[in-house]
């Protein structure tokens, strides 16, 4: 069982690279993908603390998820009021911001 569930996290954090270094269509698409890479950590985390019998890997999963949550909140408010700014939101409007 946590074998499995380690080869899970680790085929996800697979798919989530790959899609970084060569999907990037939208800035969407590059949050999911490290909010699936941060969580698929604690998944790894929670499955060794379940094996190990330790309770202090699911606490810092719990950290690892309110830490990813707190991300993709900031992240998603920054493209929001890029969006009332501009009206469109690139990739590449990071370069913009710079100015």
């Known amino acids: 069982m946590v074998q499995q569930m380690l ?3 680790s085929l996800i954090i697979a798919v989530t690279i790959f899609s970084l ?4 269509q939208t800035v969407i698409s590059v949050f ?8 698929s950590v604690a998944l790894g985390l929670t499955s060794t603390s379940f094996y190990l019998d330790y309770i202090e890997p699911q606490i810092n999963s719990i ?3 309110c830490f990813a949550a707190a991300e993709s909140a900031l992240g998603l408010a920054l493209l929001v009021q890029f969006y009332r ?3 469109r939101v690139d990739y590449y409007f990071s370069n913009i911001l710079k100015r």
Request: net charge positive.
């Open 85 to 87: 700014a501009k009206g």
């Open 7 to 9: 080869t899970l996290s």
């Open 32 to 39: 999911v993908a490290i909010e699936l890479n941060l969580l």
């Open 63 to 65: 950290n690892v998820i």
């Open 21 to 24: 270094m060569f999907v990037r």
